[in-house]
């Protein structure tokens, strides 16, 4: 999934970019999930973009309300894998090599 930014309703934020992993509000099994992911992301693609995190709460991945993890009975996460409204970023995102560090960290995640 790619991101998009929008600083009002037609205002478009060219400068954002990076890469975010989403659980869902509150800590749960996810998030520990969540975590390995990010590590290898920053691994793997952080010579590439920004690796997008929050830590308030003590993990590493971002919290949002999405209905995709919201409405679903087991871990999960949604990968936000950089930003389209972003040309030099997505430019990045149509090569080889951001797609295969982006598919190298998901199965290393998987993995462990």
Not at 19 to 46: C, H, P, R, W
Not at 65 to 92: M, Q, W
Request: hydrophobic share 35%.
């Amino acid at each position: 999934h790619s991101d998009a930014a929008n600083g009002g309703d037609t205002e478009w934020v060219p400068t954002a970019k990076g890469v975010s992993v989403y659980t869902y509000l509150g800590q749960s099994k996810s998030d520990f999930f969540a975590d390995i992911l990010v590590k290898e992301i920053e691994k793997n693609m952080g010579h590439m973009t920004t690796i997008r995190k929050d830590t308030k709460d003590g993990d590493l991945d971002k919290e949002a309300d999405f209905y995709v993890l919201r409405e679903t009975a087991c871990p999960s996460f949604l990968i936000e894998a950089g930003f389209h409204t972003n040309e030099e970023e997505c430019k990045k995102m149509l090569t080889d090599e951001w797609k295969d560090a982006l598919f190298k960290s998901i199965v290393d995640a998987c993995k462990k």
